[in-house]
């Protein structure tokens, strides 16, 4: 009896037009599903990222049990794993887009496997969104 | 260039005693990594399940950028992956721990490979948890 891992992740945000242009137009993962002012949902490779309006998942009324979280004040992290050798190009891919990096670590071995990158940046509702190449965690990538 | 997936997901949450009792006692996912009062970092399969006190993550003094969301009033959702043929398993030692079931839904083929199952349940702080048998999502296990 196992968990096989986390296939969803959820962040929220009250602007679900631009957190799609982001995630799918820049970032370019896959749109799954949507429903208008309410829902994003989107392939992160072998995971699903989903976007929720939380004025829609807050309430009782709402099919499924409320959850949801206001982004701002909140700030949901989450990183996705990408590979060792695209690194720079994807510094390149947010530098065209003018998406700030905000900060930049090397992680030097401090992890498992050791020499893993991260590359931290925002997401229009002010998320805390990270890019990290494998060797940090004793996970399988 | 590509992702290869949620690597990271993270919840928050004030009590991190309860969060590690709940999550590392009663799910049994391997605790990885722990700071008092800050952080515990859990192995969910291939995936790391990251838990934060949003007291420590919120301040400009901590080393990585900011982030976090007070649960109550939020209530982060996410999904762990199990086997269909550990369902019921599942809710068996939901019941032995005493963790209400907040509703269970068989998706019933609306998702891209039919038939699968969730269960929802809250952890200490208030996130909406949310167990899930593959089948639902157009990823692979």
Redesign the interface.
Known sequence: ??????????IYSSDLDSMKKFYVEI???PL?QEEKNKLVFL????????I?NPAK??IDNYR????????PP??????????EH?YL??KE?LAKNRIAI??E?DWNGSGSGGGSRSL?FRDPAG??V?L?T?GE?????
Chains 1, 2 share one sequence.
Not at 64 to 71: E, F, I, K, V
Not at 74 to 83: G, K
Not at 137 to 141: D, G, I, N, R, T
Request: contains cysteine.
């Open positions: 009896m196992k968990i096989n891992k986390v296939v969803e992740t959820c970032l370019d993962l799954v392939r992160a490779g072998k995971s699903m990222l989903l929720f998942t807050s499924l049990p409320t959850h949801g979280a206001q982004t909140a700030s949901i992290h989450f990183a996705m794993e990408i590979e695209d190009r994807w891919l905000e900060k670590v931290y998320n805390l990270e990290i494998p965690w004793p996970v399988e990538s």
